[in-house]
């Protein structure tokens, strides 16, 4: 297995463990939105937070790659999408505000 | 208890059609909310955005493993994707949602006919497509993503025949690269219903754990699936989503 492959499988590893951990997550939460705990909607709360995160992460696992391939132009694409996402966010809740 | 059953079916359909295909599952997910479970469209949208992140992230990686993610398309395409999405939700409130509609309907509906007439190039075409067409497949992507923003409709479906006629790049790559984009473009539109509150947190997380499974299962056949049937999948939801802008289109209009 060549460099290059090794790294891009560290964005497959990370994928695979956060998949079996949204498995998880998820199905307690909605087992506890199920038996009307409440404790359910701060689960769901926590659970959509880390989605978001781990997209970021795995972002920055992507931009480590092209830093790691010496692909200057896609490394900084990579981070300037983190930006745009980011900033998307804060602008359209903005828009929301405003509207 | 049925209800929450039938949220976790609806994931796992939408997880599987989407994973299967590249797309993000919303063409599922929001009528069955609505129609079949009378969840008020302004909290379906929501809801389908959550799933369509995770969709991406379970089928996603089942494509990256075989090698059919083309990482060095995939950032421009998202940038170019992501930036058209926010100017297109921005300007909802400007341009008239009932043109985009019509002019996306007919786009889609040629790009039908272009995707069963198109075929996967040799790889050195595709090397050179890559390099020559960039920049006009990134505006494409903008474009799309305009559109998109407009009308709420999710990327895959403009990406996947996007980088199949474009680059000619095959069926598996084009969806498995879309499939990773769906991700990020949804991950946008999510971070802002749910800073807002707009997100359901008793119907959200059966239909996310659905489509988590989903998803999964969807990326690994769509990774084995035969290009001629893929075509034709992607044949039908391109007339059927082009049909549902039109219909609605004139319905307002007329």
């Known amino acids: 297995m060549s460099g290059r ?3 891009l499988m560290a964005l497959v590893a990370f994928d695979h463990w ?15 939105t199920l038996i009307g705990s409440s404790v359910g909607g701060t689960v769901t709360y926590w659970g959509i937070v880390i989605v978001l995160v781990n997209n970021v992460m795995r972002l920055f696992l992507l931009a480590a ?6 692909k200057p132009p896609y490394f900084r694409l990579t981070l300037l999408l983190i930006f745009a996402l980011v900033a998307s966010i804060l602008f359209q809740l903005w828009i929301r505000k405003q509207s | 208890m049925t209800a929450i059953l039938a949220y976790v079916g609806c994931g796992i359909l939408a997880g599987l059609f989407g994973g299967y295909l590249g797309l993000g599952g919303g063409i599922i997910i929001v009528p069955f909310l609505t129609l079949a479970m009378g969840v008020d469209i302004k909290q379906a949208v929501p809801v389908s955005m959550a799933a369509i992140v995770v969709n991406s992230l379970s089928a996603s990686s089942e494509y990256m493993k075989k090698g059919m993610v083309d990482v060095e398309v995939m950032v421009p395409l998202a940038l170019a994707m992501v930036l058209g999405m926010i100017l297109g939700s921005s300007a909802l409130y400007f341009v008239p949602q009932q043109y985009v509609r019509l002019l996306l309907s007919a786009v889609l ?3 039908a006919v272009s995707l069963l007439r198109g075929q996967e190039k040799p790889k050195e075409h595709v090397e050179r497509n890559k390099r020559s ?3 006009l497949c990134c505006l494409l992507a903008f474009l799309g ?4 923003g407009l009308v709420g409709v999710g990327g895959g479906i403009i990406l996947i025949p996007l980088m199949f006629l474009l680059f000619g790049l095959p069926l598996s790559t084009a969806r498995g690269t879309s499939s990773f984009i769906v991700g990020f473009s949804g991950a946008a539109s999510l971070g802002v219903y749910f800073l807002s509150g707009l997100v359901n947190l008793t119907v959200a997380p059966p239909v996310m754990l659905g489509t988590v499974i989903g998803g999964k299962l969807g990326g690994k056949l769509g990774a084995l699936a035969k290009p001629q049937l893929v075509k034709i999948l992607l044949f039908a939801v391109l007339i059927w989503v082009s049909y549902k802008l039109a219909s609605v289109a004139l319905r307002e209009l007329l």
């Open chain 2, 133 to 135: 067409r960039l920049l």
């Open chain 1, 65 to 70: 790659y092209f830093k790691s391939e010496r």
């Open chain 2, 145 to 148: 993503g305009i559109m998109g």
């Open chain 1, 18 to 32: 956060s998949w079996l951990f949204f498995i998880v997550w998820f199905a307690a939460a909605t087992v506890l």
């Open chain 1, 5 to 7: 492959q090794i790294r």
């Open chain 2, 109 to 111: 509906l040629y790009t």
